[in-house]
């Protein structure tokens, strides 16, 4: 099996929704300036020998500043997007259509790794989520208690749902997700044997940032259930260290750009 990873571009926002008290104020330093980060947004491109073409989240949809409210646009405004970082274009450096993907994996439905499926609308291919995300996607906007993280534009029946469920999933030979709660109830990190010796797991967004990996610093404004956050870390180090995997998490870019650049991986 084939691996690459697809660059979505990137956002910009406050450090603080994806690091536990980045910027708090102290009683040495009572107005700290509040720390910013680009976010880098991408995903996976699996070429599976049985079962072709498989997406591992999607990104923003193309035409986000028309669809994003303005307040989610003023606090996570995509600061890097040309047409190179367009799903369909993507698609099509590596040599395929959009209608060739037999396949797609939502790691989780928030705007910027759920809205591409915008590129698949009229079309017929599978989107795995996980039972509890697909539930949550629609209480949160409904109930308008988590509306702008997900938004109804992709949260449509018009797409082919298929639901994953239970705290583990090989969904192919060689492709495992496992549930990984914290960020949202439903996340699915992947976990790609390659065949050739290498692993890569990839977090979504249980992991923003390697200050969340390696340093285990607990993430901010954007943690939905702590508990359940320090147990998918649990979960995540010891699958990361049995098999030895590489290790891609939701939004770092200097570990996106270590992997990307090795362009065909497998
Ligand atoms: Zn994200």
New binding site residues.
């Given amino acids: 099996m084939k691996l690459r990873l697809l660059d979505y571009g990137e956002l910009t926002a406050d450090l603080g929704w994806t690091i536990e008290a980045a910027g708090v104020s102290t009683h040495s330093e009572t107005a700290p300036a509040s720390p910013r980060r680009n976010f880098q947004m991408l995903g996976a491109l699996l070429e599976h020998p049985k079962h072709g073409l498989i997406l591992y989240e999607v990104g923003p949809a193309p035409n986000w500043q028309e669809i994003w409210p303005d307040p989610v646009k003023e606090v996570f405004g995509i600061t890097r997007y040309a047409e190179e970082n367009r799903l369909d274009n993507l698609l099509k450096a590596a040599g395929y259509e959009v209608n060739d993907v037999k396949a797609i994996i939502i790691g989780h439905a928030?705007l910027?790794?759920a809205g591409g499926l915008e590129f698949f609308r009229g079309l017929d291919v599978p989107v795995y989520c996980h039972e509890e995300e697909i539930k949550y996607a629609f209480y949160a906007i409904a109930t308008k208690q988590d509306f702008g993280a997900y938004l109804p534009h992709y949260v449509d029946s018009a797409f082919n749902w298929k639901p994953v469920y239970g705290p583990e999933t090989e969904l192919f030979e060689g492709i495992t997700l496992y549930q990984t709660p914290g960020h949202t109830p439903g996340t699915l990190s992947m976990k790609a044997d390659l065949g050739n010796g290498e692993s890569y797991l990839l977090t979504s967004?249980t992991m923003f940032f390697k200050e969340n990996w390696v340093d285990e610093q607990p993430p901010g404004w954007l943690v939905r259930n702590m508990g359940d956050w320090y147990k998918s870390l649990d979960r995540l180090k010891r699958i990361a260290a049995r098999d030895n995997c590489h290790v891609i998490l939701?939004?770092d870019k200097e570990i996106f750009q270590e992997h990307a650049k090795k362009g065909v991986i497998g």
């Fill in positions: 928030h910027d790794h967004d939701g939004h």
